[in-house]
């Protein structure tokens, strides 16, 4: 089985930045749509940002301008980068891999993961 691992969570203060790491399993973004998932107490689990083996290729609209996507240079972990958080931005935050879908962009509702990690909770106050 795939394990992916997140990491980089916490609590900030509004305004404030936070990047998470997910570790991946080598070469899987040749293969696997990748991206991370939030879901906060009441509400429903939903798309945050995702990439592909060119590059990111959804931002949800709340977090555009806000929040990066990359991997790093070997393409064994994934960030993301969270600027300018807001209280709204609390949840827990979920690494996830799925795969490609032929002719489709790693985006909602053609990114359907299988494997995810165990979550990273970020708290903004």
């Known amino acids: 089985h795939v394990q992916l691992v997140e990491s980089g969570g916490g609590s900030v203060q509004a305004g404030g930045s936070l990047t998470l790491a997910c570790k991946t399993p080598a070469r899987m973004f040749t293969s696997y749509c990748m991206g991370w998932f939030r879901q906060a107490p009441g509400k429903e689990r939903e798309q945050v940002a995702s990439i592909d083996s060119d590059g990111p290729t959804f931002y949800e609209d709340s977090v555009k301008g806000r929040f990066t996507i990359s991997p790093d240079n070997a393409k064994t972990t994934l960030y993301l980068q969270m600027d300018s958080l807001k209280p709204e931005d609390t949840a827990m935050y979920y690494c996830?891999?799925?795969?490609?879908?032929?002719?489709?962009?790693?985006?909602?509702?053609?990114?359907?993961?299988?494997?995810w990690g165990q979550g990273t909770q970020v708290t903004v106050s």
């Open positions: 996830a891999a799925g795969g490609r879908i032929v002719g489709r962009l790693c985006t909602p509702p053609y990114f359907n993961p299988r494997t």
